[in-house]
């Protein structure tokens, strides 16, 4: 396919690298390359280079020191480094809770550690995506050693109110510790972890403009892990190997040029998905609204299109140069729909057929108009190869359409 | 992204033959929208049997698409005993494969195809509730599974899941599978064969696999004698000459009988 016309609406999968943090990193590959451990001035400019980066960190996160910040190499890697740290130190309790709309590398996880002997709670969502929280406070009991919630859902951009959270479950139990994927969050609204009851909280920086390979975790100081990768000094000890020095600069960029974005994106980034949404849900009368429309990520819209099948649609916009994703089966091979869409209940006529359109703050208005006016006419095409012409008849009388 | 061929592109973006026909002869569904794809398949048939139109109505990805698409093109003109005899496999074909994931999309065309020429016959469908189900995600009998798992010479749990989706979902019937599997793929207990039988079967599997492969290199093999696991041969034309046909004869020619007939086979060359 030619770049020639490309829309990228599918930055909740990734984003490009803003050129400002690539003009960042570059001195840092060929000229500045010494080790940050190095004791001669070359390799330990670099390490002042990583303190400063991991200050920058610290006010991303909002936490109250720097030292609270450890550089790792992606979202999946802080979440198995907190969670697992935490377990580690701690064999007292036996019983984790976490939600049934995790992103894989904490609901894997967790399918993996009942294989090792823990009890898990999965908690669900409600059909607005919204979590059922008073089901998860419930489930806290002295047994409970780590709660995680995610701050804001990959698919549907639901936000979960956690910092709400993590101040009920340690009322229930102040020994059971609180991780917060933060992946889909940050960069899309403010973090501000030091005034919480949050322990931990990861990101992944090639979701905000930086490259991808490194991402974040923040642990509070008061909180002890174990690390997962043993070795060196790096990272104060949790996690050994060499520093990514350009990686990191890049993502202490990409986080200070995300922070000062923050109020376009509540703007302008939302008027632009919702201008899609509306856009999309009023010409297409067999579209419904999958993400909730309040508590949401300002740049995420998944809407299910009902009786047609997503990967379909994907390709259609694909040869538009469009480019989307979907909670459909067929797309990941795996023959199962979107795990987060099956547990708020999205109605299978809409499930294989849901589209998730995720906009960053380089998407412009022009993208936004032509996809407008594109969704119709690859809708209605794949409608009329449809099965279930009389449903969809019905479906359109019930929605006064004739 | 998934490797689609050019044919499954060129048809899932102009799709032939799509849409319904009013007063079909026969009209064949396969899956439903729960599963995730579905096919519904209409047919025109003439008074000689032979299939004047067909339609196709397809909630499904983009091979799911190809498949119903180049499948309607397969058996317009033929007669509808033969279209009954095209395979899954032959739809596969003609799209220049499918991505092994994919491959239950040319299954479904095949299913949809034959409850189609079965509604033309007036045949009874068999009732799924008579069978024994064995995916409950996807609706799946065991003798789904065994024709299936016979036709396409499937041999592993991914392999089935690749082409029926059974046990591709939850996942909590893939132990059954596995066992089917194993009843299915278990090799008897063969009778010792005669000498005859033998070099007829091992004659069979040179024509079949091993003579293509040299007769590209411009020689042929040929077999002399069989002593219990001994098998003489005698390579001829250019392999004959071929300062390579040692490795040939082991890698190769000794290899392919060992996996077809056992694994004790010695290759001797005279």
């Known amino acids: 396919m030619s770049n020639s016309k490309l829309i990228y609406l599918d930055n909740n999968a990734t984003t490009k690298v ?13 000229q500045y390359y010494g080790n940050p451990s ?36 992606s979202g999946s890697e802080s979440a198995n480094m907190a969670i697992r740290g935490i377990l580690a130190g701690d064999k007292s309790k036996n019983h984790l809770i976490t939600t049934k709309v995790e992103h894989p590398c904490v609901l894997n996880l967790h399918k993996q550690l009942e294989k090792e002997g823990y009890n898990v709670t999965y908690i669900g969502v409600n059909s607005a995506g919204e979590l059922n929280t008073d089901e998860l406070y419930d489930a806290v009991n002295e047994k409970t050693a780590l709660v995680s919630v995610m701050y804001a859902n990959n698919e549907t951009g639901a936000i979960f109110p956690v910092e709400e959270i993590a101040q009920k479950v340690k009322s229930k139990n102040k020994d059971t510790k609180i991780y917060v994927d933060a992946v889909q969050a940050a960069g899309k609204i403010n973090l501000d972890v030091e005034n919480t009851e949050i322990d931990m909280m990861g990101i992944s920086g090639h979701k905000f403009h930086a490259p991808k390979g490194i991402g974040a975790l923040y642990v509070k100081s008061s909180v002890l892990i174990s690390p997962l990768i043993i070795g060196g000094h790096q990272e104060n000890g949790k996690r050994a190997g060499t520093e990514n020095v350009p990686s990191i600069v890049g993502l202490a960029k990409a ?148 | 992204m998934w490797n689609y061929s050019e044919t499954v592109m060129e048809h899932y973006r102009n799709p032939r033959n799509a849409g319904s026909i009013e007063d079909a002869d026969a009209i064949g569904e396969a899956g439903s929208l729960s599963c995730g794809d579905m096919l519904k398949l209409y047919l025109k048939v003439d008074d000689n049997g032979i299939i004047t139109d067909a339609k196709f109505q397809t909630f499904g990805c983009g091979s799911a698409v190809a498949s119903s698409s180049i499948m309607t093109e397969m058996i317009i003109g033929k007669h509808i005993d033969e279209a009954r005899k095209i395979t899954n496999k032959q739809i596969a074909e003609a799209l220049g494969g499918l991505p092994p994931e994919k491959m239950h999309c040319s299954v479904m065309g095949h299913e949809a195809l034959e409850a189609a020429i079965a509604n033309y016959y007036h045949e009874d469908i068999k009732p799924h509730t008579d069978e024994e189900l064995v995916c409950t995600c996807f609706d799946i009998t065991k003798s789904f599974l065994i024709e299936e798992i016979k036709n396409n010479n499937l041999k ?57 492969e040299l007769r590209k290199d411009g020689g042929d093999i040929e077999l002399i004698d069989v002593d219990e696991n001994q098998i003489k041969v005698k390579l001829t034309g250019r392999c004959q000459a071929c300062n390579r046909s040692k490795i040939t004869l082991t890698h190769f020619v000794e290899a392919t009988l060992k996996q077809h007939i056992n694994e004790n086979i010695e290759i001797i060359q005279v």
């Open chain 2, 156 to 212: 592993t749990l991914e392999d089935v899941i690749n082409y029926t989706k059974a046990g591709g979902a939850c996942g909590k019937c893939q132990g059954k599978i596995k066992e089917i599997l194993a009843e299915i793929n278990s090799v008897p207990k063969e009778e010792k064969l005669t000498k005859t039988q033998m070099i007829i079967k091992i004659n069979n599997i040179i024509e079949k696999y091993i003579s293509p």
């Open chain 1, 18 to 30: 803003d050129e400002q943090v690539l003009e960042a990193m570059m001195p840092y590959f060929c």
């Open chain 1, 38 to 73: 190095s004791i001669y001035e070359f390799g330990g400019l670099n390490s002042r280079v990583i303190k400063e980066a991991r200050e920058t960190l610290r006010e991303f996160f909002g936490a109250r020191s720097s030292k609270e910040i450890f550089f790792t190499a």
């Open chain 1, 255 to 402: 986080a200070s040029l995300a922070q000062d974005a923050l109020p376009y994106e509540a703007t302008k980034v939302k008027e632009l998905r919702d201008k899609l949404e509306t856009g999309i849900l009023s010409k297409i009368y067999n579209a419904r609204l999958n993400s909730p429309s309040n508590n949401r990520v300002p740049n995420t819209t998944n809407i299910g299109f009902e009786y047609i099948e997503g990967e379909l649609i994907l390709l259609n916009l694909n040869d538009l140069g469009i480019c989307a994703s979907s909670g459909s089966a067929c797309t990941s091979g795996s023959l199962d729909p979107s795990h987060v869409l099956k547990a708020m209940g999205v109605p299978f006529t809409a499930l294989h057929g849901s589209i998730r359109f995720s906009l960053s703050r380089f998407t412009t208005e022009e993208e936004i108009d032509y996809t407008i006016a594109k969704m119709p006419e690859v809708v209605n095409k794949l409608t009329a190869l449809s099965p279930f012409q009389k449903e969809l008849a019905e479906l359109k009388r019930r929605k006064g359409i004739i």
